[in-house]
T-cell receptor
Framework: EAGVAQSPRYKIIEKRQSVAFWCNPISGHATLYWYQQILGQGPKLLIQFQNNGVVDDSQLPKDRFSAERLKGVDSTLKIQPAKLEDSAVYLC???????????????FGPGTRLTVT | KQEVTQIPAALSVPEGENLVLNCSFTDSAIYNLQWFRQDPGKGLTSLLLIQSSQREQTSGRLNASLDKSSGRSTLYIAASQPGDSATYLCAVIPSGTYKYIFGTGTRLKVLA
């Protein structure tokens, strides 16, 4: 079974530029998550999709971050314009059904390391 | 507001030692708790998931316990190996929500 795929793996941009990350979840997984992990911290949830609808985006800085999951499969996360404090690893994860109880496991991709200079 | 704390932040042990990593959370109302491993430059790998009704889970040399009433979980690693060197993260899903709250992790180094 293929895992969660993300690209690019690394990205260096200057502040005020824009950047986009792509995620392909495990086939059949309804729920997709984007996390931000700043160096030395645990991941923080930015946005959660169930199929192509947003479940939670309470911690997404909506003035500069946007995300979409067209057709309920792949997803893109965009930052425009980037700030220095956006330097972090952006992790994508998926699960079979993130709204089920008991909860299903989340499976993580390798992440995209963003450096903003 | 749920907060997750992991102690110690870093740990170095000689190969072969048994060790315990700690995770504490402030609100006992959780759906589950999950332990992850993160290697440098990599994503997270799930190690063990404990449902709220369970007390422990085991996989190979790993054993995780959960005491909801005291807000604690421990990850026990038996006979540690250099390949166990990584950052270990615990995460909880508070009841009534569907998102993980992560701790800051314990960075483990097993010396050969």
């Amino acid at each position: 079974e293929a895992g969660v795929a993300q690209s690019p793996r690394y990205k260096i941009i200057e502040k005020r530029q824009s950047v986009a990350f792509w995620c392909n979840p495990i086939s059949g997984h309804a729920t997709l998550y984007w996390y931000q992990q700043i160096l030395g911290q645990g991941p923080k949830l930015l946005i959660q999709f169930q199929n192509n609808g947003v479940v939670d985006d309470s911690q997404l800085p909506k003035d500069r971050f946007s995300a979409e999951r067209l057709k309920g499969v792949d997803s893109t996360l965009k930052i425009q314009p980037a700030k220095l404090e956006d330097s972090a690893v952006y992790l994508c994860a998926s699960s079979l059904d993130g709204l089920a109880v008991p909860m299903y496991e989340q499976y993580f991709g390798p992440g995209t390391r963003l450096t903003v200079t | 507001k749920q907060e997750v704390t992991q102690i110690p932040a870093a740990l170095s042990v000689p190969e072969g030692e048994n060790l315990v990593l700690n995770c504490s959370f402030t609100d006992s109302a959780i759906y589950n708790l999950q332990w992850f491993r993160q290697d440098p430059g990599k994503g997270l790998t799930s190690l063990l998931l404990i449902q709220s009704s369970q007390r422990e889970q085991t996989s190979g040399r790993l054993n995780a316990s959960l005491d909801k009433s005291s807000g604690r979980s421990t990850l026990y690693i038996a006979a540690s190996q250099p390949g166990d060197s990584a950052t270990y993260l615990c995460a909880v899903i508070p009841s009534g929500t569907y998102k993980y709250i992560f701790g800051t992790g314990t960075r483990l180094k097993v010396l050969a």
